[in-house]
């Protein structure tokens, strides 16, 4: 049941990690990875749907190790994209 509940949470709100990641740095810039990454979670569970709203703080500790992976991920993917970018302008 447990594992059920973590990838039905993962599976919602997954998609939101990259644009989270993204803002926070768009936000504050380079440095700070601590600040972004709760920045990025901030921006994630400001996307709850209403009735979840109320439960932020109880899914902000529950699910915290998810969110760091989740915003681990995004931070990879965001680098391999800007490097990506960075590789074609130049060659």
């Given at each position: 049941m447990k594992n059920k509940i973590?990838?039905?949470v993962k599976d919602l709100l997954s998609p939101l990690a990259l644009p989270a990641v993204i803002?926070?740095?768009n936000l504050i810039g380079k440095g700070f990875g601590e600040?972004?990454?709760?920045?990025?979670?901030?921006?994630?569970?400001?996307?709850?749907?209403l009735f979840?709203?109320?439960?932020k703080t109880v899914i902000r500790k529950v699910f915290s190790e998810l969110?760091?992976?989740?915003?681990e991920a995004?931070?990879?993917k965001l680098h391999s994209i800007q490097e990506d970018l960075f590789n074609n302008v130049v060659h």
């Open positions: 973590i990838k039905k803002y926070a740095e600040t972004k990454k709760q920045i990025a979670i901030d921006f994630i569970l400001g996307k709850l749907p979840l709203i109320p439960f969110f760091d992976c989740m915003i995004s931070v990879k």
